[in-house]
């Protein structure tokens, strides 16, 4: 088609599922197609440009490039909002570090609960680093083009870290019941070998979840809006600019949320209800609040992944009429509130681990 002398080109943004429907028989159409009442048929002739456009674009997901977002709207303060962003990062990487480094290397924490604790620091780590480069890279160098293959490997990343923390969240729900309910037996029920099974078993299950989703996103296609709403690649987000069929995509990743945070929270809830049943079964209320003084850290703990996720999910949902900077900011802090407060939280209420920071820190100012 020319216009002026000049080619016009059709532009189009993610069609209509009754253009979704044409060209799953483009095949088809294009075969059957009498090039000789090409200007008769006008109609159709759009379509066919339409279908080689999308074909052409959406197939080649190798070459294709996802753009970040950050704050909509407020662009202008993007080197202002860094500024926080990149303290909550230093003090959650800081302090999850210090957390790891006192776990491994003071004998008396060479305890199941402790080893819990240096997983749960380590899902962090990664968790943060996971997103770290792409949300600063954003503010302060406006750099939002990321590759299709680096943005299924952020979101595997992202994904398998936030399905590993829920799995080390229950591991650490079993630990306190085995110490309440049987504290005779706690050291024969969880040894080191069980330790780390149940470390290599939270692995394995992310990474068996989340490879066929990936592997799916692979061979889809996309429309020719590639904008993604948060500052990382996230599934739902991603599944959003998707062009093809969501039906399997949406049912695998349905089924991997519910066997991995749905099952998970179950369990938790479970062993809190045993535990609360094995602790009001204790006759001295010094020894029933003590036992409850034990999982209170846990409990935050849980609170502060689980609610962050549910609001996450809502947004997701429902927030189709919010101003576009509230699921921007609401999907950057899910990610960065576990990470942050899990050190803090666990500095606070364990005893034994604020006696090892203490003397780490007191042993290295007296060498200063």
């Given amino acids: 088609m020319e216009e002026d002398g000049h080619p016009k080109t059709l532009q189009f943004a993610c069609p ?38 999308i074909t052409q674009i959406s ?3 190798t070459f294709l490039t996802f753009l970040l977002t950050g704050v909509p709207g407020l662009e202008w303060a993007h080197a202002w909002i860094s500024v926080p962003f990149c303290c909550l990062y230093l003090t959650a990487l800081s302090g999850n570090t210090l957390i790891l ?18 997983m749960l620091s380590t899902t962090d780590i990664g968790l943060c680093i996971s997103t770290l480069v792409t949300v600063l890279g954003i503010f302060w160098l406006n750099a939002r083009e ?9 979101m595997f990343f992202i994904h398998l870290f936030t399905f590993m923390e829920s799995s080390v969240l229950l591991a650490m729900a079993f630990d306190h019941f085995v110490a309440i309910s049987n504290p005779l037996r706690y050291a024969t029920i969880l040894t080191h070998a069980r330790i780390a099974q149940i470390g290599l078993a939270v692995i394995t299950r992310g990474t068996v979840i989340l490879t066929p989703l990936v592997l799916l996103l692979k061979h889809l296609s996309f429309c020719r809006s590639h904008v ?11 599944m959003k600019l998707l062009y093809s069929d969501t039906k399997i995509n949406s049912a695998f990743g349905l089924t991997a949320i519910i066997s991995t945070t749905g099952v998970d929270s179950i369990f938790i809830l479970l062993s809190y ?23 209170i850290s846990h409990i935050t703990a849980v609170a502060i992944f689980y609610i962050p996720l ?29 990470p942050l407060m899990n050190p803090i939280i666990y500095s606070v209420k364990t005893k034994q681990i604020e006696k090892a920071v203490l003397k780490l820190v007191c042993s290295k100012g007296t060498h200063i």
């Avoid at 993604?228 to 991603?238: G, H, K, Q």
């Avoid at 049943?277 to 036992?291: D, G, Q, Y």
């Fill in 310 to 338: 549910i609001s996450l999910s809502f947004v997701h949902k429902f927030g189709k009429h919010s101003p576009p900077y509230v699921p921007t900011l609401i999907a950057n802090i899910y990610l960065l509130i576990p």
């Fill in 228 to 238: 993604l709403r948060p500052s990382y690649c996230f599934y739902p987000d991603v």
């Fill in 101 to 118: 480094f006192v776990v491994l290397t003071e004998p008396s924490l060479h305890e199941s609960m402790y080893y819990f604790l240096s």
């Fill in 146 to 154: 990321i590759s299709f293959n680096a943005c299924l490997s952020q």
């Fill in 59 to 61: 197939h080649n997901s």
């Fill in 16 to 53: 209509s599922r009754g253009q979704q429907r044409l060209v799953t028989t483009s095949n088809s159409l294009e075969k059957d197609f009498d090039y000789s009442t090409w200007g008769k048929n006008q109609d159709l002739n759009k379509r066919i440009q339409l279908l080689r456009i």
């Fill in 273 to 295: 209800v045993l535990i609360i049943h094995s602790v009001l079964n204790i006759a001295s209320p010094e020894e029933r609040k003590k036992a409850f003084s034990t999982c």
